[in-house]
């Protein structure tokens, strides 16, 4: 039976079971179309790699964009965080297409880029538009931001755990917004049952063995993360150097991508191949069964980073699956452990060192690769995380407890 005090708690459930459900199921179908769109342009691109030349043009298209139509949403990810941490507006719907626009165009013509930062942006501006519609207060504007995020970014990997508990865990390093939880969990529940509805499938990816828990295995997998931790760290600095350095050379915005596509058509023609452009899918795939070359991981590094630093649009982290894939299936050749395993370990070790976020990355490690393999997973991504330090992806998330008790004193501070 149901006593007084449960009574307005399930009010509370039906309002968050209606909106989640109209809100998940679009943020659900935004997310199947991109990910058939990127598909298809990949696909496209793959088959006709003359267009690489026009990158330029691309770049200059996509600055010119946003600069006359998107300037107050260029932030991108970290403006929706940003809305979190102090509600001002209601997030643009403009937003969603152009961020889809944006993320299309740079994977068409041959940008390093993912398409996380894509599904986020269009859930966040999608959700927040409820509340508009139904005059919501301040703090529940909050959660349809947060509701946008896990919803979009369950959607776009297929990974509805790890997708709720993303949302609740980036917006502060070291705290979960747990007033959050019932939304986000249905949000991307939906969006999720959404996406696989209109029959969007998300790559499959096995860690056949997995051996059994010893105190070697134990001390390789520490070693394993704290290499993840410094790749993720080298990502992070890599996108504000770059984006810094851009901003400093070139002060008209619509430039800059054009420029920074001339030299990444370049680098492209150079290398000769074009694993390390788009989203990489092929080649993560590859690392859990073929050992990739030692620098594969460095290469994806400089050409995202630089991709995204200079204007381009899509996300950052498919671009950090396959660095930390092809990082951990190099290793396979001086550490004692499982290509697969050494691959699924990085895939999400160094997604948790850049975004902060090692509670989801472990959850999102075990819905992907199975249970077997949690315990492995989850160490390492606790490792990736500290040994990050205190940089990240996202530099409007805000240090709520320091990783250590060595970093007290940065309590509060933003993530550089």
């Known amino acids: 039976m149901l006593n007084v005090e449960q009574i307005p708690l399930l009010f509370y459930l039906l309002k968050w079971l209606f909106i989640t459900l109209i809100a998940g199921a679009l943020?659900?179908?935004?997310?199947?179309?991109?990910?058939?769109?990127?598909?298809?342009?990949t696909n496209y691109r793959e088959s006709h790699l003359w267009i690489i030349a026009l990158l330029p043009v691309a770049g200059l298209v996509i600055g010119?964009?946003?600069?006359?139509l998107g300037s107050s949403i260029v932030k991108g990810n970290n403006y929706l965080i940003e809305e979190i941490h102090s509600p001002k507006d209601i997030i643009?719907?403009?937003?969603?297409?152009l961020i889809y626009i944006g993320t299309v165009i740079t994977h068409l013509f041959g940008g390093s880029a993912g398409r996380e930062g894509?599904?986020?942006?269009?859930?966040?501006?999608?959700?927040?538009q409820f509340s508009r519609i139904f005059k919501l207060k301040q703090r529940d504007h909050r959660i349809m931001i947060m509701v946008g995020i896990s919803a979009g970014f369950a959607s776009v990997f297929g990974t509805p755990?790890?997708?709720?508990?993303?949302?609740?865990?980036?917006?502060?390093?070291?705290?979960?917004?747990?007033?959050?939880?019932l939304p986000s969990f249905l949000a991307a529940i939906f969006a999720h049952l959404t996406c696989h509805t209109w029959g969007v499938a998300h790559t499959h990816y096995s860690i056949p063995d997995v051996p059994s828990l010893s105190v070697l295995n134990i001390l390789l997998v520490i070693g394993v993360g704290?290499?993840?931790?410094?790749?993720a760290m080298l990502f992070s600095r890599m996108v504000h150097f770059w984006s810094e350095q851009a901003k400093d050379k070139v002060k008209y915005a619509p430039l800059r991508p054009f420029l920074g596509g001339i030299v990444i058509a370049v680098t492209i023609w150079l290398l000769g191949t074009t694993k390390y452009i788009g989203l990489g899918v092929p080649t993560i795939v590859e690392s859990f069964s073929v050992q990739q070359e030692w620098y594969s991981f460095l290469l994806k590094i400089l050409l995202t980073t630089f991709t995204i630093g200079v204007g381009f649009k899509g996300?950052?982290?498919?671009?950090?699956?396959?660095?930390?894939?092809?990082?951990?299936?190099?290793?396979?050749?001086?550490?004692?452990?499982?290509?697969a395993l050494l691959a699924g370990i990085g895939f999400v070790a160094v997604f948790s060192g850049a975004t902060n976020t090692p509670i989801a990355c472990t959850l999102m490690g075990i819905e992907l690769f199975g249970a077997e393999s949690g315990i492995y997973i989850g160490l390492a991504?606790?490792?990736?995380?500290?040994?990050?330090?205190?940089?990240g992806i996202y530099a409007s998330q805000i240090v709520g407890s320091p990783k250590h008790l060595i970093y007290g004193k940065i309590k509060g501070r933003h993530i550089k």
């Open 226 to 231: 704290i290499l993840c931790g410094l790749a």
């Open 92 to 97: 643009p719907l403009k937003m969603a297409p």
């Open 64 to 68: 010119l964009i946003y600069h006359y």
């Open 27 to 41: 943020i659900g179908s935004a997310s199947a179309l991109l990910l058939v769109s990127l598909d298809f342009v």
């Open 315 to 339: 996300g950052e982290v498919t671009p950090l699956f396959f660095i930390g894939a092809t990082l951990g299936s190099a290793l396979f050749c001086i550490i004692p452990l499982p290509m």
């Open 161 to 181: 755990l790890a997708g709720a508990v993303f949302a609740l865990e980036v917006i502060i390093v070291g705290r979960m917004r747990y007033e959050a939880i």
């Open 118 to 128: 894509t599904a986020v942006q269009m859930g966040g501006a999608i959700a927040d």
């Open 381 to 391: 991504c606790v490792v990736a995380y500290m040994f990050s330090g205190h940089t």
